[in-house]
């Protein structure tokens, strides 16, 4: 799940997610958005399931850390495939844009 701009993550929506991938058998939920998380951690409070629980883990990623990653892969260890830094390259272009709504940490709050 991705939100831009001031969105926030909803519960429900995250959970709603969490029961697919454990029906599906896939791994891991990962939401993105541009609040900040330590280390990957989750930050919606999701009540999974107690059968799913280990089944399924949930991750964040800031649209910030998106960003720095993609930089770190172009400028720092290269990408040997044209086709893929092209895409990455578009990406940071997007990630970059006032209309992305991908702006990273902004401000403390009131």
């Known amino acids: 799940e991705t939100k831009t701009n001031g969105n ?3 519960q429900e929506q995250v959970q ?3 029961d ?3 029906r599906r ?3 891991a939920v990962v939401t993105v958005s541009n609040d900040v998380a330590l280390e990957g951690s989750p930050l919606v409070e999701v009540r999974v399931d107690r059968r799913r629980r280990n089944k399924v883990a949930l991750w964040h990623l800031s649209w910030a850390e998106v960003t720095h990653q993609a930089q ?3 400028r720092h260890e290269g990408v040997r495939n044209a086709a893929h830094a092209w895409l990455l390259e578009e990406l940071l272009h997007y990630l970059r ?3 992305s709504g991908c702006h990273g940490f902004q401000n403390m709050g009131p």
């Open 72 to 74: 770190m892969l172009i």
């Open 97 to 99: 844009h006032d209309n």
């Open 25 to 27: 058998g896939y791994e």
């Open 8 to 10: 926030a993550l909803r």
């Open 20 to 22: 697919i991938a454990s």
């Open 16 to 18: 709603a997610y969490a």
